[in-house]
């Protein structure tokens, strides 16, 4: 079997029910979807979700069809941590970061995607499992447009404990650490004083500020603080981390395992939190998983759809994975892996999970 093409399609997502965390409204989004085409009539199927950037879909595009494809065409999809370093080798000059590394996890997913395709198998068969399904929480409590009363707040972290999600995590920081207070204050009165509650900055607070919040959310039971400081502030985490009870989660913001190598070394959080798209795809995860066990450093998932549920099968200090709540409707995959009574579950379709259905291609596809 040989790559004989590589395709990419470039998807906008409209702006509906807008929802906001303590750095971005996400109002219109975008996202690129790759497909790896071989010589025996296979396709590999790979996803880059861009959140609010939305003009960066060309730019990723222009760099996986005209960097990154010649690099592929002609070659054995199954060599596939030898394509990952020529992939690197053909982008380095401009830093393996970013949109560049984007590009290599959407291709690096299309090739194990081909893999398991090939074999018949679902993708977390093909990388070694350790479970069949994990907890699940559900990441609901957004700051929603118009919803000073919190109603909208309150309505989604209803949904999701009437589903039996193992855990709610909310947003705060984007406010006084007052209108945090209420915020967490109302979710614990939803999930009850055992519910498991993440509060999540998204990277706003500096060193003193995220101390004294994270000093009140620990004392109402908050079980992580996540991405309190900026990804680069490794020795503000340290310290963070020293100066907490609470977990210290981050990593999603972290591209590849030499940067997670030097979080991980430097003590610099109590739970990592892998974002599927910044690892350099699932040949890099692995790599990761296996830095962060040799840390004794457990992991939870930033985001939990594709690709991701089935890393996660196959990661043996994963703790939890990151989901948007129980789906309603089908979703933009043409496979969903089941999520019940707490748990998601590994998913029996054959491959990897990434291939968008055509009728989200048919509303949402750019060009
Ligand atoms: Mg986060």
């Not at 003009?55 to 054995?76: C, F, K, S, Y």
């Not at 994990?134 to 209803?158: F, H, S, T």
């Not at 919040?213 to 900026?230: A, N, T």
């Not at 977990?247 to 940067?259: D, F, K, S």
Request: hydrophobic content about 40%; charged content about 25%; glycine content about 10%.
């Amino acid at each position: 079997m040989r790559i004989s093409d590589v395709q990419t399609i470039r998807l906008r997502f409209p702006d509906r029910d807008g929802y906001a965390d303590a750095q971005h409204r996400f109002g219109e989004r975008a996202g690129v979807a790759v497909r790896v085409h071989t010589d025996s009539g296979l396709v590999g199927h790979g996803y880059i979700y861009l959140g609010v950037s939305i003009h960066a879909g060309a730019a990723l595009q222009t760099l996986i069809e005209r960097q990154l494809a010649p690099v592929l065409i002609n070659e054995d999809p199954y060599m596939t941590r030898l394509l990952r370093d020529r992939m690197w080798h053909a982008l380095e000059y401009v830093g393996i970061q970013g949109l560049s590394h984007f590009a290599i996890t959407a291709l690096d997913s299309c090739l194990w995607d081909l893999m398991a395709r090939d074999l018949g198998v679902p993708g977390w068969r093909l990388l070694g499992a350790c479970r069949d399904r994990i907890p699940a929480y559900a990441m609901v409590g957004w700051y929603y447009d118009d919803d000073d009363d919190l109603a909208k707040y309150r309505q989604a972290i209803e949904t999701a404990v009437s589903d039996e999600m193992a855990g709610v995590k909310i947003k705060v920081a984007r406010g006084s650490l007052e209108e945090d207070i209420r915020r967490i204050e109302a979710a614990r009165s939803i999930i009850g004083r055992e519910g498991v509650l993440m509060v999540d900055a998204n990277q706003v607070l500096d060193r003193n500020e995220a101390l004294r919040r994270g000093l009140v959310y620990q004392e109402l039971g908050v079980y992580w603080f996540e991405e309190p400081l900026r990804p680069h502030d490794t020795a503000g985490y340290t310290w963070l981390c020293d100066h907490l009870t609470m977990p210290v989660a981050t990593g999603e913001n972290h591209y590849g395992r030499y940067a997670v190598q030097e979080l991980l070394s430097a003590g610099a959080c109590d739970i990592l939190q892998p974002d599927a798209r910044r690892t350099g795809g699932p040949s890099e995860w692995m790599e990761i998983a296996g830095l962060a066990s040799a840390h004794h450093m457990p992991i939870a998932s930033h985001g939990g759809e594709g690709v991701t549920t089935h890393l996660l099968m196959a990661t043996p200090s994963a703790i939890w994975c990151e989901t948007g709540g129980v789906p309603r409707g089908r979703g933009m995959y043409t496979d969903r892996a089941r999520i019940e009574d707490g748990y998601i579950y590994a998913p029996e379709a054959i491959g990897f999970g990434t291939e968008l259905r055509d009728e989200t291609l048919a509303m949402c596809q750019v060009d």
